[in-house]
């Protein structure tokens, strides 16, 4: 679905991303682990077109992306769960949704999407009249995830999703995170918390420093003496 192919990516002078290649299958989660100033966001940003590749390719269901405007990319079927949650704390929770589907000419299909966000975080139904910034952290996120699956997305970018959230939140929120999949949604995942992370995800690759330094099997990153070490704090 998803294929980046030896792509570098700059800000000014400086190059955050140094020949990475990474692919996403139809139907998987696929997470991208790293420390701070690794690439990762950058990574994201580099697929939905707010970053640029200077060099290399990024490709989704056959179309190059590198050409394309965000705009047109999210209407290819790519929405993302930004770092940080991003939402418009001004408006209600049903008008931030609502504004996740602005792209779909598919009008119809929107008020049974809406209920499938509503079935995935109750939370948000029982606060649709609310303002965003009243929400808690936890409920900001799930607002934000929420926000992304209104586009009805192939593919869903998450980043960062358990930032900030007490432990009991992290597990909810991963867990919706494998009922979304479960539901046909491929999803790259981008998590400090690694060990989250590589227990819900298919497969997962390891950056450092703007590459790619390791590729496996979720299982066998969580059993790799690299990732235990450096990312899950095992000696």
């Given amino acids: 679905m998803l294929e980046l192919t030896d792509v570098h990516t700059y800000y ?15 139907g998987e989660i696929v997470t991208l682990i790293g420390a701070n100033g690794a690439g990762k966001t950058t990574t994201l940003r580099t697929i939905l077109g707010t970053a640029r ?20 990319i999210v209407r290819l079927g790519i929405a993302q769960s930004p770092e940080g949650r991003r939402i418009f704390p001004r408006m209600t929770v049903l008008e931030n949704l609502e504004l996740g589907a602005f792209a779909r000419p598919d009008r119809a299909a929107i008020a049974p999407d809406l209920d ?18 009243t929400l808690s952290g936890g409920e900001q996120q799930m607002l ?22 007490s432990p009991i939140l992290v597990d909810t929120i991963f867990r ?7 539901q046909g949604t491929t999803i790259l ?5 690694a060990r989250m992370a590589l227990r819900v995800a298919h497969r997962g690759y390891v950056m450092q420093t703007g590459r790619i330094v390791l590729h496996d ?10 990732v235990r070490k450096t990312y899950l704090g095992e000696k």
Wanted: no cysteine; aromatic share 4%.
């Fill in 53 to 72: 590749a200077r060099h290399g390719t990024v490709r989704f269901n056959g179309h190059q992306l590198d050409t394309l405007t965000t705009d047109r």
């Fill in 189 to 193: 995942l981008v998590e400090q918390n």
């Fill in 12 to 26: 000014g002078n400086i190059r955050a991303l140094r020949g990475i290649s990474l692919s996403v299958a139809p």
């Fill in 217 to 226: 099997a979720a299982a066998a990153l969580l059993r790799s003496d690299l």
């Fill in 144 to 165: 934000a995830i929420g926000r992304a699956l209104m586009a009805r997305p192939a593919l869903l970018l998450l980043d960062e999703p358990s930032m900030g959230l």
């Fill in 116 to 133: 499938r966000v509503f079935t995935l975080f109750p939370r948000l139904s029982e606060r649709s009249a609310q303002t965003g910034g």
């Fill in 176 to 182: 919706i995170i494998q009922d979304i999949n479960r």
